[in-house]
């Protein structure tokens, strides 16, 4: 997608093991968030930032860290990593309220 | 490409014919609304969207309804094509800068 990019694109990694993903934006936007779509549950925020080094939780944030230390980058840590945490993870950008938000590919995450 | 759609509602639609997607929302002062489209294996990508000042708005080919009075949004989609088969979600703003999403519904188009 234009202007956000998320790596790894695909990961397996092992239970108890940490893992960051990276979401990487060009548009200079405020806003950044992640999410993890699960059959069955549909799109669940875990973290989101309104702003360097600006982070909050989702509803789903337990087991999760997230950091931003510039505007362009916004890294989600999985600081013990557990099979319930296989699932598929989408960062997405926003200017602010009433802008919608722009996502990335995702990133495909499966522990083992 | 991964299935997000296990237990999702679906709708069938003949290619050529109208598809209706509806969504009911829980939050009666969310304000702006929007519907997303996601492909099999891809991010969610922007439709179209709507305020709560409004009632009706129309995109190529694409219609959006807003009933406040029961907190019901629909997405239109008029001479549906094979390439509209895909998961679509309705999301509000419940405030501040998050997007609540619906479940998602299925639609698939038969040539």
């Known amino acids: 997608d234009a202007g956000i990019t998320q790596s790894p694109r695909h990961k397996v990694t092992e239970t108890g093991t940490p893992v960051t993903l990276r979401c990487h934006q060009t548009?200079?936007?405020?806003?950044m968030y992640w999410y993890r779509q699960d059959p069955g549950h549909g799109l669940r925020l875990i973290h989101y930032?309104?702003?360097?080094?600006?982070?909050d939780k989702g509803e789903v944030s337990d087991g999760y860290s997230v950091s931003r230390s510039k505007t362009e980058d916004f890294l989600l840590t999985l600081e013990s990593a557990t099979s319930s945490q296989t699932s598929v993870y989408f960062c997405?950008?926003?200017?602010?309220?009433?802008?919608?938000?722009?996502f990335g590919s995702g990133t495909r995450l499966t522990v083992v | 490409g991964e299935s997000v759609g296990l237990h999702l509602p679906t709708l069938s639609v003949q290619e050529g014919d109208n598809s209706i997607i509806n969504c009911a929302y829980s939050?009666?002062?969310?304000?702006?609304f929007i519907w997303y489209k996601q492909e099999s294996g891809k991010g969610p990508q922007f439709i179209i969207d709507?305020?709560?000042?409004?009632d009706k708005r129309q995109g190529q080919r694409v219609t959006v309804l807003l009933n406040k009075t029961v907190k019901h949004l629909s997405l239109q989609i008029a001479a549906t094509q094979p390439g509209d088969s895909a998961v679509y979600f309705c999301?509000?703003?419940?405030?501040?800068?998050?997007?609540?999403f619906g479940a998602g519904t299925i639609l698939r188009v038969k040539s």
């Open positions: 997405a950008i926003s200017a602010g309220s009433g802008y919608g938000y722009t």
């Open positions: 548009e200079n936007h405020r806003y």
């Open positions: 930032s309104y702003g360097v080094k600006d982070t």
């Open positions: 939050n009666s002062a969310s304000d702006y």
């Open positions: 709507i305020r709560s000042n409004m």
């Open positions: 999301a509000e703003y419940e405030g501040g800068n998050k997007l609540v």
